[in-house]
């Protein structure tokens, strides 16, 4: 069960305004990426990918996940993105009308590789192999009705 604050309100779960913000945040961000802005060496010809922005409870840091298409050399995209942190804090607050800029912390996303681990540990256990073969397909539900 969550715990509550003494608002009733649940604690560790971010609120409509945090998501809202994230996906404004995260909107902006993968547009002046996709527009390379930036002149940066290891970003150029580099795909980025801007999966998930997490904004804290004040609206006052966002951090985002980045990988890189393929996944190569991540570690550099990030350090490259860091070094850049004040201009894209700039041209985020820029396209996102908040009372304070949103200041900006750069990681690598890693739920594709943990996905691709889980997917892989259920495909070689032999009894969920077998439970994920032998059980209906949604499209065979729609047929039967």
């Known amino acids: 069960m969550a715990r509550t604050a003494a608002n009733g309100k649940k604690i560790g779960v971010a609120g409509q305004r945090q998501l809202r913000v994230g996906e404004l945040v995260r909107h902006a961000l993968s547009e002046i990426l996709a527009r ?3 002149n940066e ?34 570690d550099a995209v990030v350090a490259a993105l860091d070094t850049h942190r004040k201009f894209l804090r700039g041209e985020v607050s820029r396209r996102i009308d908040l ?47």
């Not at 801007?50 to 298409?69: F, G, H, Q, W």
């Not at 889980?118 to 994920?132: F, G, N, S, Y």
Request: net charge negative; aromatic share 4%.
């Open 41 to 74: 060496p290891a970003l150029d010809g580099v795909i980025v990918t801007v999966p998930e922005v997490r904004v804290s409870n004040d609206l006052k840091l966002a951090t985002c996940y980045i990988m890189p298409l393929g996944g190569k050399d991540a």
């Open 99 to 145: 009372k304070f800029a949103v200041d900006l912390k750069f990681k690598v996303d890693t739920s594709f590789a943990e996905g691709a681990r889980i997917d892989a540990l259920l495909r070689t256990d032999p009894v969920v192999r077998q439970d994920i073969e032998s059980a209906p397909r949604d499209d065979d539900a729609s047929d039967e009705e």
């Open 36 to 38: 390379g802005s930036l």
